[in-house]
């Protein structure tokens, strides 16, 4: 079965980066397109941006750009995404989710989030 | 950006009632809109893809629809593990975006 494991909740100090894993198992990885959403109590959900593993082309939601890179290690079938220059605005659930397949499945499967807190 | 607008962003329902939540795209999304529940401390499950079809799993008393620019998530009959807050998202162009969120409550 499909499923997204995510790595465990960080606490950053302001204008560190931290790296979050998102692990796949139970399908292609390489055949999937994989998306990172930000949720966060006041601003919802915001769309982040959309990494394809097979070539390792990205888009970004402009408003990312700079804070986040989306990278892949195929040989372990991990999504990974960097945040950098960390501030107490990016204090956020992370959530990964794959899009491909058939459209019943894009946004189907999701992570279980990754909790980061910014704070000195 | 696409803008979508979703609303109510909190509804009082009762056990029974039939809901409904509307999204409003600012531009054409033809029917690339999904409809999502999140209860809390999970990860959003999808209900609604292609704006019409229910998602594998998802119960009959769900359903969505379009009407031009709007598109809407019908819940007739409501039940208590309905209650949770619901995302529309519309993924026809990045970047993709999500509507602000409807939390369907007990009256």
């Known amino acids: 079965q499909v499923q997204l494991q995510q790595s465990g909740a960080e606490l950053v100090k302001p204008g560190t980066s931290v790296k979050l894993s998102c692990k796949a198992s139970g399908y292609t990885f390489t055949s999937n397109h994989m998306n990172w959403i930000k949720q966060t109590t006041g601003q919802g959900l915001e769309w982040i941006g959309i990494i394809n593993p097979g070539s390792g082309g990205t888009s970004y939601n402009v408003k990312f750009k700079g804070k986040a890179t989306l990278t892949v290690d195929k040989s372990s079938s991990t999504a990974f995404m960097q945040l950098s220059s960390l501030t107490p605005e990016d204090s956020a659930v992370y959530y990964c989710?794959?899009?491909?397949?058939?459209?019943?499945?894009?946004?189907?499967?999701w992570g279980q989030g990754t909790l980061v807190t910014v704070s000195s | 950006d696409i803008q979508m607008t979703q609303s109510p962003s909190s509804l009082p329902a009762s056990l029974g009632d039939r809901v409904t939540i509307t999204c409003r795209a600012s531009q054409d999304i033809g029917n690339y809109l999904r409809w999502f529940q999140q209860k809390p401390g999970k990860s959003p499950r999808l209900m609604i893809y292609g704006a019409t079809n229910l998602a594998n799993g998802v119960p009959s008393r769900f359903s969505g629809s379009r009407s031009g620019s709007d598109y809407s998530l019908t819940i007739n009959s409501l039940e208590s593990e309905d209650m949770a807050i619901y995302y529309c998202l519309q993924h026809n162009e990045y970047p993709y975006t999500f509507g602000a969120g409807t939390k369907l409550e007990l009256k």
């Open positions: 989710a794959r899009h491909g397949g058939p459209p019943s499945n894009w946004f189907a499967y």
